[in-house]
């Protein structure tokens, strides 16, 4: 009888030993899964932080190159003005010579920031480029939206237009008598 009651408390032990055991191994299965979920989430937060940074990085990129763009235009008004000395033209050779180097001085700053004229003269108009103050009527076909004349030098920087130039676009002149004969 003692061998049986042994037995059976040997039994017990070993079946609250296995439910122990099981126990653990669910609770470790739990805190696994806990542990890659709270993995999972630290790698997307990470993930999100990189974007953020790239984000305001480019942002501020953006915003550095506009101020610079702003700036830039401001410096090409002064540009424009000492063109118009010039082309004056002075009878004072030692003034006419100043102006050429402060002209020559601000054309080389404006290059080194990677400002450049946009050529237009001739060239088909384009309204994301260009901005037309006035047409010109001609019969020649070939004239229609070709600009004829420049009021203004623009200038770019890398691919954007900083400031458009002002132009003069040719247009076909329509034949007044034909569109008579037509009503």
């Known amino acids: 009888m003692d061998d049986e009651v042994v037995q059976e ?7 609250k030993k296995e439910e122990a055991v099981e126990g653990l191994e669910e609770k470790i299965n739990k805190i696994q899964a806990e542990l ?7 790698i997307r937060l990470l993930a999100e932080f ?13 915003s550095f190159e506009s101020f610079a763009d702003i700036l830039l235009c401001g410096f090409l008004d002064i540009f424009d003005d000492l063109e118009r000395a010039l082309g004056a033209g002075s009878n004072d050779e030692s003034f006419r010579k100043g102006v050429e180097l402060i002209y020559k001085k601000m054309k080389d700053f404006i290059a080194s920031y ?4 946009v050529s237009c003269k001739g060239e088909k108009f384009d309204p994301l480029v260009h901005d037309a103050l006035s047409v010109y009527e001609s019969n020649d076909d070939s004239m229609d939206g070709i600009i004829v004349d420049v009021l203004q030098k623009g200038y770019r920087r890398g691919n954007r237009v900083i400031r458009p130039p002002k132009v003069i676009v040719g247009v076909k002149k329509k034949d007044e008598n034909k569109e008579d004969k037509e009503r």
């Open 9 to 15: 408390k040997g039994s017990n032990d070993e079946i």
């Open 36 to 42: 890659e979920e709270w993995k999972d989430k630290y």
């Open 50 to 62: 990189e974007n953020f940074k790239k984000r305001q990085e480019k942002l501020q990129r953006e």
């Open 114 to 117: 990677g400002v450049q004229e």
